[in-house]
């Protein structure tokens, strides 16, 4: 959504307050002293000078009350009457009363909020209007047009300049406050998928290797709370056998001569054991290049690592139960074979008794095989 609006409307209720606040003071202030100067002198005169404060103040008064300060509607009550004031002064006055007509269109160009050109026209007619009517008590028609035209193009010149350069800064304070919001939003967003995220996210200092912020996963890895952890360096928690090359693989990458690293590194949790993760890092700059800190993004390994060594435990057993199998077949088999050999090479030469013997070995030998070949089966079963 677009702040623009906002900004705008904000920027502008506050300046009309102000604006309010101040021309009510002071006017207030000029009216009270008039009042007391007719109490002093009596002077109808004085008395009739004390309008023009008196409805200015009034009408700041009733606004604020009603919490709807308005400089504009301010400005046109101060106009409506300094022109009715100087049309019964003299002339040095209606001079200075013309001056006060600029004064009021040029707040009124600062203030005005839409169609800015029409009020130009419309302030510009009045000051022009008035400049002439005034300036017949002085000169001809020819001399007081001439005249006549000089706050005008005053009034034009400098009121434009003023609706440009407010709406300059308007624009300005518009790009500020949305690129502040684009900020607040994009910070949110960091945040939340910081704060969510099922691995450890850790920002780490790039001179100390302090760490600076880390979410739930990184706590629950090591056991420690976001606290404990900011007041720690990252070294604290690494196993003694992996700080030294840990500590190189981070100086790499925060001195940029890397641009990012991954390795499996051991944590010491909290509790004593040792955790395994897979740990990637890399540099994080400035909008201008300088080094800000190092992100690491950390993978709790841990079942991962007890799964592949229970897998090389199995292996070891594995192999030891084949080597022991295999000299459990060969004793019986190696007889059987032997047995077997004899009688087929040495038949004749053997007794009845002989051969009945030789026999009943295979068998036994057979059998003892068979024995084996039983185990083995339930085991596997199992």
């Known amino acids: 959504m677009d702040p623009t609006p906002q900004t705008t409307t904000t920027a502008l209720d506050r300046l009309d307050e102000t604006i309010v606040r101040f021309t009510t003071s002071i006017s207030a202030v000029f009216f009270l002293?008039?009042?007391?100067?007719?109490?002093?002198?009596?002077?109808?005169?004085?008395?009739?000078?004390?309008?023009?404060?008196?409805?200015?103040?009034?009408?700041?008064?009733?606004?604020?009350?009603r919490r709807q300060p308005r400089t504009v509607f301010q400005?046109?009550?101060?106009?409506?009457?300094l022109v009715a004031y100087a049309g019964f002064v003299d002339v040095d006055s209606r001079s200075g009363a013309v001056l006060g007509l600029l004064s009021i269109g040029l707040v009124g160009a600062l203030m005005v909020r839409r169609r800015v050109a029409i009020f130009m026209v419309l302030m510009g007619s009045l000051i022009w209007i008035v400049a002439f009517w005034w300036n017949l008590d002085v000169a001809g028609t020819n001399s007081a047009l001439v005249e006549s035209l000089s706050p005008v193009l005053m009034f034009l010149f400098?009121?434009?300049?003023?609706?440009?350069?407010?709406?300059?800064?308007?624009?300005?304070?518009?790009?500020?406050?949305?690129?502040?919001?684009?900020?607040s939003v994009s910070e949110e967003r960091f945040r939340r998928a910081f704060d969510v995220a099922a691995a450890g996210v850790a920002l780490v200092d790039v001179v100390d290797g302090r760490i600076l912020a880390i979410n739930e996963a990184g706590c629950e890895l090591v056991g420690y709370t976001e606290g404990d952890l900011t007041t720690m360096n990252i070294g604290e928690l690494t196993h003694p056998d992996d700080r030294e090359a840990s500590r190189e693989r981070f100086i790499a990458v925060a001195t940029g001569k890397e641009p990012f690293d991954r390795s499996t590194l051991r944590y010491l949790r909290r509790d004593g054991s040792i955790a395994y993760a897979l740990v990637s890092t890399a540099l994080v700059r400035s909008a201008v290049g300088?080094?800000?800190?190092?992100?690491?993004?950390?993978?709790?390994?841990t079942e991962q690592m007890a799964a592949e060594q229970r897998l090389v435990e199995l292996l070891a057993s594995k192999d030891e139960l084949i080597a022991s199998v295999s000299h459990e077949l060969r004793t019986p088999l190696t007889a059987v074979v032997g047995y077997a050999e004899i009688l087929r090479d040495q038949r004749d030469a053997l007794s009845v008794d002989e051969r009945d013997e030789i026999i009943g070995s295979i068998v036994g030998q057979g059998s003892?095989?068979?024995?084996?070949?039983?185990?083995?089966?339930?085991?596997?079963?199992?």
């Open 33 to 65: 002293a008039v009042v007391a100067a007719f109490a002093v002198s009596r002077d109808p005169l004085v008395a009739f000078r004390a309008i023009s404060p008196g409805v200015v103040a009034g009408t700041g008064v009733v606004m604020l009350w």
């Open 75 to 81: 400005l046109t009550s101060g106009a409506a009457t």
């Open 158 to 183: 400098t009121g434009s300049l003023v609706a440009w350069l407010k709406g300059e800064l308007i624009g300005e304070m518009s790009a500020h406050r949305q690129a502040a919001n684009e900020l």
């Open 290 to 301: 300088d080094p800000l800190h190092v992100v690491a993004h950390v993978v709790d390994t």
């Open 368 to 382: 003892d095989l068979a024995d084996i070949v039983e185990d083995l089966l339930v085991a596997a079963r199992s």
